[in-house]
């Protein structure tokens, strides 16, 4: 199976404009972000999809580029236009603000798609704040590993125990937090891109849940790594500081 790692960059945010090509530690953002891609065994090719040409240019002496269309509502748009035309089996669509990826949580997630037709990752909540934060997306799976549902709010709801704080929760059900690294064979991925935007995914503002109203099956890697993406300017610090903190290879 050829598996293409896809990393969907634009210039433009609202929190973070040029965020890609900001510097992280002497490098950029989106360069890390190869890197880190480029670790892991099952990716046959790593492209960088993007509709800015200030990105473009930085990114081609060291990966390849697909430009794009600039119209694109989402990132999972944009690496379906790639997916369309170069040549593959299945894409790993990987952020393009999260210079710590764990190669391993890539070929997880890669691995998957041997036998599901799209996968993602999930990692346990370790913290209150988590638990109860929307911006934390939460994953419920079924016995075999396919999610069940997505959501912002907490779930399940312990309902015999839904008094206890929420550490006491955690204690008594493995809680886990989705990571947003997506798998898909391609033709899955050129399908799902053709539906409508689904009454789940407006509810909810995930993307994710429009695969399973329409029944496509979504398996998850539980994984030990957590994401830490790059949201805003205050991020790079934070990121810096765990960067300097690991042994230099050799």
């Known amino acids: 199976m050829r598996v293409l790692g896809v990393i969907p960059a634009r210039y433009a945010s609202t929190r973070f404009p040029g965020k890609p090509l900001h510097l992280i530690a002497g490098r950029t953002l989106i360069q890390r972000v190869v890197e880190r891609c480029r670790l892991a065994s099952r990716l046959a090719e790593v492209i960088v999809a993007t509709d800015d040409s200030r990105i473009a240019d930085a990114v081609r002496p060291f990966v390849r580029v697909e430009m794009t269309r600039g119209d694109h509502p ?21 952020q393009g603000d999260e210079p710590l990826m764990d190669p391993a949580v890539i070929d997880a997630v890669a691995a998957l798609l041997e036998h599901s037709p799209m996968s993602t990752a999930a990692t346990p909540i370790r913290t ?25 709010r907490t779930i ?5 125990q839904a008094e206890l704080p929420p550490a006491g929760q955690r204690a008594i059900f493995p809680f886990r937090k989705h990571l947003g690294i997506y798998g898909y064979r391609r033709e899955t991925l050129l399908g799902l891109v053709r539906h409508p935007v689904s009454p789940l995914e ?49």
């Open 74 to 94: 989402s990132g999972t748009d944009r690496i379906a236009e790639v997916a369309g035309r170069v040549d593959c089996d299945a894409v790993v669509n990987i």
């Open 128 to 152: 209150d704040a988590e638990w109860s934060s929307p911006n934390v997306v939460k994953v419920v799976c079924a016995q075999n590993g396919r999610a069940l549902y997505f959501s912002r």
């Open 156 to 160: 399940p709801y312990l309902r015999d």
């Open 202 to 250: 407006i509810a909810e503002r995930l993307e994710q849940l429009r695969a399973l109203e329409h029944g496509i099956p979504i398996a998850v890697a539980t994984v030990d790594h957590d994401s830490i993406g790059v949201d805003v300017p205050e991020d790079v610090a934070r990121v810096e500081a765990i960067l300097s903190a690991r042994p230099t290879p050799g």
